[in-house]
């Protein structure tokens, strides 16, 4: 059985600031590594972003993640 589709409304509220901000550069093709480095952060801490984001709004991969914030309009084209 399929795991619901999280509320899209949810989605914007459920991240913190970094978490947006890291998955925003996720959508840009941008790797952990590539993050880190522009933020000024370690690869570790964008992964535990990355997870900690999935686990808020029930994603269960990074590109579900990043569908899901784009459907919120936190990643725009």
Excluded at 1 to 19: F, G, H, N, Y
Excluded at 48 to 75: C, D, F, N, Q, Y
Aim: charged share 25%; net charge positive; no cysteine.
């Amino acid at each position: 059985m399929a795991t619901p589709e999280p509320d899209i409304s949810d989605v914007r509220k459920a991240l913190t600031a970094r978490q947006t901000e890291v998955v925003r550069l996720a959508a840009l093709g941008l790797t952990a590594k590539e993050t880190a480095r522009r933020l000024g952060i370690s690869k570790t801490t964008v992964d535990e972003h990355l997870a900690e984001a999935r686990r808020r709004v029930g994603a269960t991969t990074k590109s579900h993640l990043v569908g899901l914030a784009v459907a919120a309009g936190i990643v725009f084209r």
